[in-house]
Structure formats: C-alpha cells, structure tokens
C-alpha cells in the first residue's frame, strides 16, 4: 500500500464527515448563501472547529464568485488548495541530524508505541537509534519500551522505578553523545495536563535536554485523534509548559474528527509532525498538508 493510500484509509471516517456531505450539499445546485452556511455545518461538525471553518468557508466563498466555480470538481479542488495552504503556514522544519525527539502527552494517548514507529521510521533511513525510558512511574512502561527497542533492534537507557526521570534523561544524553547516534527518543509518563508537579518535572527535563545536549531538539505532543476538540486543551497546557514543536496524531482510523487537525493549527499554530495510519510497526507517516486535504475533501 502506498503512502497516500494509508493516509487515505486513515482519513476515511474524517473525508465520510466531511467530503460526501459537502458532495451531497452541491448536488442541490447553486453555490447560494445556504451552501456556504451548510458547509459551514459540515466543515464545524467534523471538528475543524468554528473560527477555522469560518475562514475556510469565507475564501471558499470569495475564490468561487471570483473565478466563477461551478462544477463540484472546481469546488473540491478550491476547497482542498484553501485547506493545504491554511496548514502549510506552519510547517515542521526539514530534521537535521543528531536529533533527540522528546514524546510528551496525557495517558493512553499511544506515545510508547508511536515510539516504536518512529523508532523503525528513522532506522529505514540508516539512522543509528536510541530508547530513554523517562517513564520511570509506571512499572510496566519500562518493559514496554525494552521490547520496542528489541524489536528495532535499537539501544535503550533505562533506570529502576522510581528514579528521578531527568537523571535517566542526562544519562541518555551523554551515552547518545559518546556513541554518535542519530537519533535519541525520550519516552515521559503520562501525565494529565493540569497536574501541576508533574507539568514542572516535565519542563526540567525539557531544561536537562536544553542544557546538555548539542543536536536539535523537537518536543512533540501526541494526542488521541478520537478527542476532537479535547485536544486544544492539551496543546494549549503542554506548549505553554515547554513549547512544543510539533504534534503527533494517533488512531486517526477509528475517528471522524480528523479536522482537529485544522483547529489546531488555526489556533496555536502548532505543526503536525506525524500521523498514525493504522497499528502496524509501519503505520507512521509524515504528516503533508496536500496529502492531508485530498484524503479528506
């Protein structure tokens, strides 16, 4: 299956919420004020949000009276450039090599096993990868990651329960530093956003990594797709904490409320960085903007 295809199926409830409405709605005939306000509906009720579906469909409105669209085929393609361009404005920079990823977001979301499909992205590029098991709460996460790291075959640092998570983080850094990998991923607890003890440990880490580690840096949220607007919340309290640099979207194939995408964006200006496209260990891809708008319109 090739790279559009995947994103294509994991879009698929999201473009059912939002590309066959829009088809039905146009079918009725003339692009009037009541098309506009059904689309409005239609874009709102995906979850793209009210602010970020007001502008789509207010350019729409203007591209159409100015270049005289008529057919469905001339929308879709208008509605689909005004959707790519809105997210090209915030863009993941191209990676620049050593890099160390830190994972950060709230419980279950699925960060240690997009871990793991990032782990297995960076290694088909022939890049050198590591595991820091900063997840030093929970008994389990440990394992967890000791068995993506077997599966990748890539190198893990880790600690017991209970030790001080920035502590194994330095140590992470320093063994990546001294063996020259490519690529260092930072594994966090789980952690609801508005725990405050936890937020501050989390921006030591951050300062750890800041302070100690030469490379470039990308601080990464992952959020649950299936959330839909409940994920403006997190990205609002984690990019305040430690100023995230992008975002990644998981279990996007169980939701129709990949928009959020676009209310994110909209609002915080936050990139997508990556999106999970099913539950394989190669279910992870870059996240496109054009990609994005012609698997959902």
Same mark, same amino acid.
């Given at each position: 299956?090739?790279?559009?295809?995947?994103?294509?199926?994991?879009?698929?409830?999201?473009?059912?919420?939002?590309?066959?409405?829009?088809?039905?709605?146009?079918?009725?005939?003339?692009?009037?004020?009541?098309?506009?306000?059904?689309?409005?509906?239609?874009?709102?009720?995906?979850?793209?949000?009210?602010?970020?579906?007001?502008?789509?469909?207010?350019?729409?409105?203007?591209?159409?009276?100015?270049?005289?669209?008529?057919?469905?085929?001339?929308?879709?393609?208008?509605?689909?450039?005004?959707?790519?361009?809105?997210?090209?404005?915030?863009?993941?920079?191209?990676?620049?090599?050593?890099?160390?990823?830190?994972?950060?977001?709230?419980?279950?979301?699925?960060?240690?096993?997009?871990?793991?499909?990032?782990?297995?992205?960076?290694?088909?590029?022939?890049?050198?990868?590591? =595991? &820091?098991?900063?997840? !030093?709460?929970?008994?389990? $996460?440990?394992? @967890?990651? *000791?068995?993506?790291?077997?599966?990748?075959?890539?190198?893990?640092?880790?600690?017991?329960?209970?030790?001080?998570?920035?502590?194994?983080?330095?140590?992470?850094?320093?063994?990546?530093?001294?063996?020259?990998?490519?690529?260092?991923?930072?594994?966090?607890?789980?952690?609801?956003?508005?725990?405050?003890?936890?937020?501050?440990?989390?921006?030591?880490?951050?300062?750890?990594?800041?302070?100690?580690?030469?490379?470039?840096?990308?601080?990464? =949220? &992952?959020?649950?797709? !299936?959330?839909?607007?409940? $994920?403006?919340? @997190?990205? *609002?309290?984690?990019?305040?904490?430690?100023?995230?640099?992008?975002?990644?979207?998981?279990?996007?194939?169980?939701?129709?409320?990949?928009?959020?995408?676009?209310?994110?964006?909209?609002?915080?200006?936050?990139?997508?960085?990556?999106?999970?496209?099913?539950?394989?260990?190669?279910?992870?891809?870059?996240?496109?903007?054009?990609?994005?708008?012609?698997?959902?319109?």
């Amino acid at each position: 299956m090739g790279i559009f295809s995947k994103i294509a199926q994991a879009f698929k409830r999201t473009k059912d919420a939002i590309g066959n409405k829009i088809m039905n709605i146009m079918s009725k005939g003339e692009l009037d004020d009541e098309f506009f306000d059904e689309l409005e509906m239609v874009l709102i009720s995906a979850d793209i949000g009210v602010n970020a579906s007001s502008k789509i469909v207010e350019e729409l409105r203007q591209t159409s009276r100015k270049n005289k669209l008529r057919t469905q085929e001339q929308v879709k393609d208008a509605l689909k450039e005004i959707i790519a361009n809105a997210l090209s404005e915030n863009q993941m920079p191209k990676t620049e090599f050593p890099i160390l990823i830190m994972i950060v977001g709230v419980n279950g979301v699925g960060k240690t096993t997009t871990i793991g499909k990032l782990a297995n992205y960076y290694k088909k590029q022939k890049k050198e990868v590591m =595991l &820091v098991a900063g997840d !030093t709460f929970r008994a389990a $996460a440990t394992d @967890q990651l *000791e068995e993506w790291a077997k599966r990748n075959n890539v190198k893990i640092v880790k600690n017991n329960q209970g030790s001080d998570p920035a502590s194994v983080v330095f140590d992470g850094i320093k063994s990546g530093s001294a063996k020259g990998v490519d690529v260092i991923i930072v594994d966090t607890a789980g952690r609801l956003h508005n725990k405050t003890n936890l937020m501050e440990e989390l921006k030591k880490i951050s300062r750890i990594v800041s302070q100690n580690w030469n490379g470039s840096y990308q601080k990464l =949220l &992952v959020l649950d797709a !299936t959330t839909g607007q409940n $994920a403006l919340s @997190q990205v *609002e309290y984690f990019d305040e904490a430690i100023d995230l640099d992008g975002l990644i979207l998981t279990k996007l194939d169980g939701t129709a409320k990949g928009g959020v995408v676009l209310a994110i964006c909209d609002e915080y200006k936050t990139p997508v960085a990556f999106v999970g496209t099913g539950e394989g260990l190669e279910d992870i891809e870059e996240f496109d903007a054009k990609t994005f708008a012609d698997a959902i319109i």
